[in-house]
């Protein structure tokens, strides 16, 4: 990671000694290497053996640590919806990134109910972009680490047609 960051203008040490900006080849070589680990890591652990390793893709970041390790659950302003499998409304991401760097699973999203979270000091509201407030009884269980690459993993609660 260090050739990557230094060689892309960034400053790194190693016992207090400055890296020297490598070569491009170098560079290309730590890429590569970083690429063969991640997609190992991948198929390992979640069996996306068939998925393409690009995490400079900021609308499909696939291979980026922060895509599954710190998905965007939490809203501080507003939540993004999209189809599920069955083409309801569904919860996909919200705004703000779990910080717990554990994966959460689509069958651990389903800890919110279908009229919100089971816990009452917990809010069921959430406010869409336009500004009008809706239940998470209308768009289905909290996102989780999957739901914004995959619409299976999104969970409609109902079926919702219209806003």
């Not at 990134?97 to 917990?122: L, R």
Request: hydrophobic letters at 30%.
């Amino acid at each position: 990671m260090a050739a990557v960051h230094t060689g892309n203008g960034g400053k790194a040490s190693k016992n207090g000694t400055a890296i020297t900006t490598p070569s491009s080849e170098i560079v290309q070589e730590a890429k590569d290497a970083f690429a063969e680990v991640v997609t190992k890591h991948m198929t390992e652990k979640c069996g996306m053996s068939n998925a393409i390793y690009n995490p400079t893709d900021d609308n499909l970041p696939v291979g980026r640590c922060t895509s599954c390790h710190m998905p965007k659950l939490a809203k501080s302003g507003a939540y993004s919806t999209g189809p599920d499998f069955y083409g309801n409304q569904a919860l996909v991401e919200g705004d703000q990134g779990s910080h717990v760097f554990d994966i959460v699973w689509p069958y651990e999203s389903t800890a919110t109910t279908q009229g919100g979270p089971v816990d009452p000091k917990y809010s069921t509201i959430y406010t869409r972009p336009d500004g009008v407030a809706r239940s998470y009884k209308g768009v289905g269980y909290m996102p989780n680490s999957c739901s914004k690459c995959h619409a299976g993993a999104r969970q409609a609660s109902i079926p919702v047609t219209a806003y």
